[in-house]
């Protein structure tokens, strides 16, 4: 493949390409270079390349001339490629672009000075416009470097392995995973024991799980186009539930029962929960039946549905005030027995929509009439009002169980997760999607 360079500044260019990597592949016949200044081209008694724009303004432009003979003497009679012109209008250069570029016969890479190109030379002899990034440089010789690297390491025989251009960062769609070589320990940081263990299968998992740990981190927009398999989601997701929840702050008349609440949240969500002071919470949950103007947060949480006093108040004020059921089915007891092992849940104490809210959580259902539910097969879920709130469960072995719903805590700690997880008040069919993760400072 060729590479033709067109600049006022060949020194610039000639250095780099002399040098490593793309000056062996010069050598071997790989690729082909050439820089040409445009100077020389210039009929100008003193080879001036530039003139005071039309319309006045601060800089100078280059001039047409000289840059539209040099253009056409570096493409001669038979071009077979494209004219690029380094721009920062342009497209801006990504590894699908060089992908692209890298599939014609010449490339003709136009560096830009001053404020920059006659527009007649564009329309007149340029294919299109690249930029190399959302910046200004003082000339367009960088970016011609940089896409000429880009694109000749994809080329047959740059590279000394040609597997190294595509197992690396944005070829995949991820980043790169982290790389390590000799010693295997320094400074008490060893090399990750996968990586020597011999098993390439857990090795290619454990690069392409850190390769969608990097990205998500550091590009998570790359992780919208990059092609990903179930086992790449699953990851993602589990990650997902983990990320660190919104600090929280309890506001309550009595101060046991904030503190009570508090201990509820601390040992189910199994991490630390930093209370901080109004000021300072991202999430507001409000125990008690205080007026709106005392505890109104930008994200303020009820343990029951909010008044429509309290929803006109956060309208009037742009807030956000979400309500949620008191009570919460312990999903943990269906794994006593596994979720087939469970035949039937006799719910009560509720109301009609808290049973349904309530069964929809507890695995796919149905809703057969009201007051009864079926989530496949024999087993129900029935509902008893009138009573306490409290679940009887029967068994598939025969034995039975009756447990009390779990009130407020749980149900508020999962809403919580679930709110900072998806971005909206959950439906309560979603808390359980929402791994209980922790909810710190």
């Known amino acids: 493949m060729k590479f033709k ?41 003193h080879k001036n390349t530039d003139d005071a724009p039309f319309g006045g303004g601060a800089g100078m432009v280059m001039t047409p001339q000289p840059t539209l003979d040099a253009l056409r003497f570096a493409c001669g009679e038979h071009f ?21 570029l890298s599939r014609c016969e010449e490339l003709v890479l136009l560096c830009g000075h001053y404020e ?36 000749a390491r994809l080329l047959p025989g740059v590279l000394g392995c040609d597997e190294s251009s595509v197992d690396e960062s944005f070829s995949s769609g991820l980043l790169e995973y982290p790389q390590y070589t000799r010693p ?20 290619d998992r454990w690069r392409r799980d850190e390769a969608l740990r990097v990205t998500r981190e550091r590009r998570p927009d790359l992780l919208e186009t990059a092609l990903l398999d179930k086992d790449d989601r699953a990851l993602l997701r589990a990650w997902e539930n983990k990320t660190e929840k919104p600090r929280v702050c309890v506001l309550s008349e009595n101060a046991e029962r904030a503190q009570l609440f508090l201990s509820r949240m601390i040992e189910e969500s199994r991490a630390a929960l930093a209370a901080g002071t109004l000021e300072q ?16 947060r930008p994200r303020t949480f009820l343990p029951r549905p909010p008044r429509n006093s309290e929803l006109q108040a956060a309208r009037d ?20 027995a596994g979720d087939e092992g469970l035949k039937e849940a006799l719910l009560t104490g509720l109301s009609d929509a808290d049973f349904v809210c309530l069964a929809l959580r507890l695995l796919p259902i149905r809703r057969l009439k009201p007051g009864v539910a079926d989530w496949g097969k024999s087993r129900r879920a029935l509902k008893k009002p009138g009573e306490s709130p409290r679940a009887l ?49």
């Open 5 to 45: 360079l067109l600049t006022i500044f060949p020194e610039m260019l000639e250095a780099v390409l002399d040098t490593s990597i793309l000056a062996r592949a010069r050598r071997s016949g790989a690729i082909e270079t050439q820089v040409i200044d445009i100077r020389p081209f210039s009929r100008n008694k």
């Open 80 to 100: 077979r490629g494209r004219r690029i012109y380094l721009s920062p209008r342009g497209e801006r250069f990504t590894q699908k672009k060089a992908e692209e």
């Open 116 to 151: 920059g190109l006659d527009q007649r030379v564009i329309d007149l002899a340029i294919d299109e416009e690249i930029s190399v990034g959302d910046y200004v440089l003082t000339g367009g010789e960088l970016g011609a470097l940089i896409i000429t690297d880009a694109v």
């Open 184 to 203: 295997r320990e320094i400074e008490g940081l060893s090399v990750p024991e996968v990586l020597l263990n011999g098993n390439q299968k857990q090795i």
């Open 281 to 296: 919470c991202d999430c507001l949950i409000v125990l008690d039946g205080k007026e709106p103007e005392d505890f109104f």
């Open 317 to 336: 004020r742009g807030l956000q005030l979400y309500g949620f059921s008191p009570y919460a089915f312990d999903y943990n007891i269906l794994r006593r």
């Open 393 to 441: 469960l029967t068994f598939s072995d025969g034995c039975r169980e009756e447990h009390a719903l779990n009130a407020q805590s749980q149900a508020l700690v999962r809403a919580l997760c679930a709110f900072a997880q998806f971005g909206t008040p959950p439906m309560p069919f979603e808390l359980e999607r929402a791994a209980a993760g922790f909810i710190g400072p």
